[in-house]
Nanobody, 124 residues
């Protein structure tokens, strides 16, 4: 069982930055690929970024590539999402997720564990 707790959300102006963190429980954090997803009001949850267990492989959705960066610190059981040049369309609840696989899937159904989410609001 893995428990995930996100933090770092908030209100920021367009063009600003935020860093989200997701702290995970358990002693085998490096065995899990980690993903970030987001869900805006009235929309489906969508993939943002994912990272392999060792941290060497990442993937991003086209809408965030070049602006958002996923990273992890396995010694701290934490995954991060650095968000730069934020836009109003980035406004959503951001969720981290974990899956015990060497792959880095982009679909919600492939992830077994989810955090409670953290709100990010970008004002224009």
């Amino acid at each position: 069982q893995v428990q995930l707790v996100e933090s770092g959300g908030g209100l920021v102006q367009a063009g600003g930055s935020l860093r989200l963190s997701c702290a995970a429980s358990g002693r085998t954090f490096s065995a899990y690929a980690m993903g970030w997803f987001r869900q805006a009001p009235g929309k489906e949850r969508e993939f943002v970024a994912a990272i392999s267990g060792g941290g060497s492989i990442t993937r991003y959705s086209d809408s965030v590539k070049g602006r958002l960066t996923i990273s992890r610190d396995n010694a701290k059981n934490t995954v991060y999402l650095q968000m730069n040049d934020l836009k109003p369309e980035d406004t959503a609840v951001y969720y981290c997720a974990a899956t015990p696989t060497s792959l880095i899937p982009s679909t919600t159904s492939r992830y077994d564990y989810w955090g409670q989410g953290t709100q990010v609001t970008v004002s224009s």
